[in-house]
Nanobody
Framework: QVQLVASGGGSVQAGGSLRLSCAAS????????MGWFRQVPGKEPEGVAA???????SYRSSVKGRFTVSKDNAENILYLQMDSLIPEDTAVYSC???????????????????WGRGTQVTVSS
């Protein structure tokens, strides 16, 4: 089973930046869709950003213009650059994938075997 491990979280002031990384245990070059999700206690995970195999990206409206998703196929790492952070961005962020998904968008439903361990992001005002 593939392992996806997120890192890079932390505590920042509002307006600050963080870059999250998600390392995969296998090649992700041909994954049709990879993305980032976040979850706060008591709520369902919500999609934040996704990137398709051809490089097209999709973002939740609340993060558009502030977050950038990218992928390094040589290193099998997915990134999420988060700028202009606000307290509402506070959550546990996880990466996920669906290697064969035909339509990749930020709200995609990841394959059960392609969910990673999350990393906590805390933004204080």
């Amino acid at each position: 089973q593939v392992q996806l491990v997120a890192s890079g979280g932390g505590s920042v002031q509002a307006g600050g930046s963080l870059r999250l990384s998600c390392a995969a245990s296998e090649s992700t070059a041909n994954y049709e869709c990879m993305g980032w999700f976040r979850q706060v206690p008591g709520k369902e995970p919500e999609g934040v950003a996704a990137i398709a195999s051809d490089g097209r990206t999709s973002y939740r409206s609340s993060v558009k213009g502030r977050f950038t998703v990218s992928k390094d196929n040589a290193e099998n790492i997915l990134y999420l650059q988060m700028d202009s952070l606000i307290p509402e961005d506070t959550a546990v962020y996880s990466c996920a994938a669906d290697p064969k998904l035909a339509f990749c968008w930020y709200g995609f439903l990841p394959h059960d075997n392609y969910w990673g361990r999350g990393t906590q992001v805390t933004v204080s005002s």
